[in-house]
């Protein structure tokens, strides 16, 4: 359904650095840079890019949607935990504890650096 997931930051170098951790555990690495963008992809495909983090083209503060959230996908709750454990650390906000939710799912959410809401989770086996 989507070709590939896209949010704004404000400090490039910071959120780089951010997502360069946050995603090692899901698997996904930093496969191309520019001044303004750094695409993503999975460590096995990484000539298809599925998620950038970029500065806004129009050059105005990059901002949160009420409501957006990305959310990736998990090979299990360990790798979700430790996305979640990782992205505290790089100075992320908690919006969600790692753990079950609705008894199908396992999740924990953060926002980022710039407030963009962003999700890890894996099906519970």
Not at 3 to 15: E, K, P, Q, R, Y
Not at 37 to 59: A, D, H, M, V
């Amino acid at each position: 359904m989507f070709a590939f997931t896209m949010i704004g930051v404000n400090d490039l170098s910071l959120s780089e650095k951010f997502y360069d951790d946050i995603l090692l555990p899901l698997n996904i690495i930093k496969t191309l840079k520019t001044e303004r963008y750094i695409g993503y992809s999975k460590k096995n495909t990484p000539e298809i890019i599925k998620f950038y983090i970029t500065k806004p083209f129009n050059k105005d503060v990059a901002t949160n949607g009420n409501g957006t959230m990305i959310a990736f996908l998990a090979e299990s709750q360990e790798v979700v935990n430790k996305f979640h454990e990782i992205s505290l650390k790089k100075g992320a906000v908690n919006e969600g504890s790692p753990g079950p939710r609705n008894d199908l799912d396992y999740y924990a959410y953060i926002r980022d650096v710039d407030g963009n809401k962003i999700c890890a989770f894996t099906q519970i086996s």
